[in-house]
């Protein structure tokens, strides 16, 4: 078997074919070779080099973009030879951070984030100052480029980053990356004064690239944000219809307590729009509680968000919410295929033996076939015995069930007798 060398091993193994007698050409020469990382590896990590040449090794390293290797040097060598050669790092590379070659700048700058955490005092407060300045002067074209995004840059360095990146949030520069970047650096005062100058915008200039800043605040979150995020999705007065669906998404995406209000109210209104009403149910199945009931009643008369508008009503109110479903709020004039009564009965399926007294309530709505259907068909699932006298009371019922079954109301009672008894 073929053992696999670590980077260490092979640096000893390559500097016994050294020697002492390398120069700086040579070391220069190595990034030429089809071995040369490893070689610049060796020299860079070994302390028997001057420093001085294994500050060219870690600079023949960079101009070969190998910044794993130099990293990983860096880690390796002896911790009292580290400080010379990230001094001359450091001086090299901010020269290229200023040049004009921007493939250079953008390697510059990843290098510079690379030893930021081998400096200290004013050396390191000179190289976030360049990283702040680099990555936000012309935030949108470069906070993606090289191996270090200006995320994690920023994220590195921490509070002396905040005041750029507040200002690039003010100035509207690609707002929901920098909303990203200063809810991670974890500063409150700094996330409520961004949530001030976006609601400030948007309430000044409301048609204007609203987007953006609605996606903004639900990157920032706090309770500013949620404030603002929750009466721009339940106003149906002056706020367009896609900033409330988008103020939804967000809402989502946040799923605080503090929303269920406005899930509510928006759940209740009829006149709300479709994909609105079905957000809001989205966000009552992850906030809501037994308050969001009687919103939950009214959902359940429109076709379209029946399915889980009556599953969260089970969630919520179980057994008693289930009774009253079957007994007042299933109207006789409901439009249902049987694919959709099956959808019901599953939901119901969880509330497991506490459901039976409600089903059987059910069976006994007068001139309400969809009422019975449903009822009928989850004691075929999950009914008892003492289900069975109840439905032999339907046994004679030969009403139709047109879409909602091929057969009547006393073939499907007789059926679920039949499954009972084999239970």
């Keep these: 078997m073929v053992r696999a060398w670590s980077r260490p091993v092979v640096a000893l193994v390559l500097l ?12 220069r020469s190595y990034s030429r070779r089809s071995n040369g990382r490893a070689k610049l590896f060796a020299v860079l990590t070994d302390p028997q080099y001057a420093l001085e040449l294994r500050s060219v090794a870690a600079q023949e390293l960079i101009g070969i973009n190998a910044l794993t290797d130099l990293e990983e040097g860096l880690k390796t060598m002896p911790e009292g030879d580290r400080p010379g050669v990230v001094e001359a790092v450091v001086a090299a590379q901010k020269k290229e951070l200023s040049g004009a070659n921007q493939q250079k700048q953008i390697r510059a700058k990843d290098v510079l984030y690379l030893v930021l955490p081998y400096l200290s005092g004013g050396a390191k407060e000179e190289v976030e100052n360049l990283l702040i300045r680099w990555t936000t002067e012309k935030f949108s074209l470069r906070f993606r480029f090289g191996k270090f995004g200006t ?9 002396k980053a905040v005041p750029h990146v507040l200002a690039l949030l003010r100035a509207g520069k690609d707002t929901v990356h920098v909303a990203r970047i200063l809810k991670g650096l974890d500063n409150p005062e700094a996330v409520a004064s961004a949530a001030d100058a976006l609601i400030e915008s ?7 690239n609203s987007e953006p800043k609605i996606l903004a605040l639900g990157e920032l979150g706090g309770a500013k944000s949620l404030a ?9 007065k002056t706020a367009g219809a896609w900033d409330r669906l988008k103020a939804m998404d967000e809402l989502l995406k946040l799923s605080d307590k503090s929303s ?50 009556w599953e969260l009503t089970l969630r919520f109110g179980g057994a008693d919410a289930l ?48 009422a019975r259907l449903i009822s009928i068909r989850g004691l075929a699932q999950q009914g008892t015995r003492d289900a069975i006298s109840a439905l032999q009371d339907l046994m004679d019922d030969d009403t139709t069930l047109g879409e909602m079954g091929t057969s009547s109301v006393g073939i499907e009672a007789t059926t679920a007798i039949n499954k009972i008894s084999r239970r």
Aim: proline residues 4%; contains cysteine; glycine residues 8%.
């Design 228 to 236: 603002y995020l929750n009466t721009l999705a339940a106003n149906n």
């Design 260 to 309: 269920q209000e406005t899930a509510v109210s928006i759940v209740s209104d009829r006149d709300a729009q479709f994909d609105l009403r079905r957000k809001a149910l989205d966000l009552l199945g992850r906030v809501g509680d037994r308050d969001a009931l009687p919103a939950l009643f009214v959902a359940v008369g429109d076709a379209d968000l029946r399915g889980p508008a």
């Design 202 to 208: 948007l309430e000044t200039k409301v048609m204007e």
């Design 16 to 27: 016994a074919g050294l020697g002492c007698t390398v120069d700086e050409a040579d070391v």
């Design 323 to 370: 009774r009253r479903l079957l007994t007042k709020e299933v109207k006789a004039d409901w439009k249902m295929d049987k694919a959709g009564i099956d959808t019901l009965v599953r939901a119901m399926a969880k509330l497991g033996p506490s459901a039976e007294p409600a089903l059987v309530a059910g069976l006994k709505v007068r001139k309400n076939l969809p």
């Design 151 to 159: 995320e994690k840059i920023l994220d590195r360095i921490g509070e």
